[in-house]
C-alpha cells in the first residue's frame, strides 16, 4: 500500500501509536498447541505469576511487547510510550525507552500532573499546527 500524499509531496496520514503501562507485564498471549492456553491470555509464568507455563514462540510478556514495539516501528508507526510509576530504572523502563520511535518519545511519569502533561505534549506534538490569520 502506498501512502497518499499532498500537493508538496507530504503524507496525508501519520500513523501513531500511544502505549501507556504501570510496567507490570504480567499478561502474555499464549499460541500453545494446549486447548486451554491456546489463543489465551494468561499470567506470565516468567514474571512468577500462578499461571501456567504456556512455553510461547513469541516469549515472555516483556519479549513480546518488544517485539509489537519493533513491528510497529518498523511499519512506519510512530510510537509514543508512557509510564506510570515505574521508578528509575529495571526492565519496564528500559522496554518503554527502547519501544519510543524517539528517546525524547518515552514519559516516565509519577503523578496525575505529569501524566496529563505528558498526553498534552504528546497531542501537541502529533496535532497538525493550524495556521490562521
Not at 508538496?8 to 499460541?31: I, R
Amino acid at each position: 500500500m502506498q501512502t497518499q500524499t499532498g500537493e508538496k509531496g507530504q503524507p496525508l496520514l501519520k500513523k501513531v501509536a500511544v502505549l501507556m503501562t504501570d510496567g507490570e507485564y504480567n499478561q502474555q498471549y499464549c499460541n500453545s498447541t494446549t486447548s486451554n492456553t491456546a489463543g489465551a491470555m494468561i499470567p506470565d509464568y516468567a514474571t512468577g505469576s500462578s499461571g501456567a507455563n504456556c512455553n510461547s514462540p513469541h516469549g515472555t510478556s516483556t519479549q513480546q511487547s518488544r517485539l509489537m514495539c519493533a513491528a510497529m516501528k518498523v511499519s512506519g508507526i510512530t510510537v509514543y510510550t508512557v509510564g506510570f510509576g515505574l521508578g528509575s530504572a529495571g526492565s519496564a523502563v528500559d522496554t518503554l525507552r527502547g519501544c519510543a520511535s524517539e528517546p525524547h518519545m518515552f514519559y516516565n511519569t509519577t503523578t496525575g500532573d505529569e501524566l496529563r502533561a505528558a498526553f498534552r505534549h504528546i497531542a501537541t506534538s502529533i496535532a497538525a499546527p493550524i495556521i490562521s490569520r
